[in-house]
């Protein structure tokens, strides 16, 4: 947090980071003959039997927005997945490297199960992948107009307007007294 913070300086965006402060708190960073803001106005205010440098208050962190968007659920767990495959292959492979050295009698077995969780872990890797393709496709993220998703809703959105106008007709069929019968022929 640079200085301008600590001091209740003007931010950009007209925010600024001051409001009351516990009484106990040190004077590091307060500015001398500053005057402390209140909380909901933004205007300066003297309480009494105060001073004015007991009235600061200092957020621990300033919120900042996200850079990406998070992974949706099926395609963060196949990462997580893919994640722990891959690092209990590393020590593998690292074991029976050591293994190789020391001429232990681990050496071998260790060597076939690197090489199962080796395939695992490449099995792993393309599960990511499939997943977020998967729910790209599905879920309409991927912006191509022959996005399957993009017509499954459009086809969705045509059933539901023809579901309401077929109601909206029942129900003005009903309001005017009729038995179902659409003339009176």
């Known amino acids: 947090m640079g200085t301008a913070e600590r001091r209740g300086a003007p931010k950009a965006d007209g925010a600024q980071l001051t409001g009351h402060r516990d009484p106990e708190a ?3 960073g307060m500015s001398e003959g500053a005057e402390p803001l209140d909380r909901e106005t933004g205007v300066p205010v003297r309480e009494a039997g105060r001073g004015p440098r007991e009235q600061y208050y200092r957020p621990l962190w300033v919120e900042e927005p996200a850079r990406r968007r998070r992974l949706p659920d099926p395609v963060r767990t196949a990462a997580v997945r893919a994640v722990l495959l891959i690092a209990v292959t590393l020590i593998q492979a690292m074991v029976a490297f050591l293994c190789t ?3 232990s009698w681990l050496a071998f077995p260790m060597v076939i199960s690197s090489v199962v969780s080796t395939i695992a ?3 792993g890797a393309l599960d990511v992948w499939v997943t977020r393709q998967v729910w790209n496709q599905r879920n309409g993220v991927v912006s191509v107009p022959s996005s399957t998703a993009r017509a499954l809703r459009r086809e969705r959105r045509r059933t539901r307007r ?3 106008a077929t109601e909206r007709a029942q129900e003005r ?3 005017r007294g009729g038995a179902g019968q659409l003339s009176h022929s």
């Open 173 to 175: 069929i009903r309001r």
């Open 26 to 28: 040190t004077d590091r």
């Open 121 to 123: 872990a490449t099995w």
């Open 162 to 164: 023809q579901e309401r």
């Open 101 to 103: 050295m020391a001429g």
